[in-house]
């Protein structure tokens, strides 16, 4: 059974489980170390959750799978932005990242968020498929970053 809590607290479960999906997600960046992820946690507009693979809510289970949702007041209402999507290369298939995803539309709603966006590169065809049956439209729109190490 795939169930979704919100982190309240860092744990040294959570900091393993974050060394080894992180890697999952990003060759590049460096797993968050429990200082970062407490500022994560401890953050009102960052709502980490994490998906876990067990007999149900209170009773334990491996972590299989976490999501950042970010709600933020802009002039123009409140959004939110899903950032981070990682499930477990042994759990994929299971209906995690379902799961989550359900649980952050939740979230975003329970908080006043008017939209909620997300980007996905092109070559994970299993997410973006998932993304638009769960009623996530494609925009036309530009992409921008400006990286500061750059």
Known sequence: ????????????????????????????????????????????????????????????GDIVGTMTLVVFRIPTGVRAWVEDVVVDGAARGKGVGETLNRAALAVAERNGARTVDLTSRPSREAANRLYQRLGFVQRETNVYRYDSES
């Open 1 to 60: 059974m795939i169930w979704v809590e919100a982190c309240e607290s860092v744990s040294d479960e959570l900091v393993a489980a974050m060394a080894a999906l992180v890697p999952q997600l990003s060759s590049s960046s460096p797993p968050p170390t429990e200082p970062q992820l407490r500022e994560i946690v401890d953050s009102d507009a960052t709502h980490l959750l994490i998906a876990r693979d067990g007999d149900g809510p209170g009773l334990g």
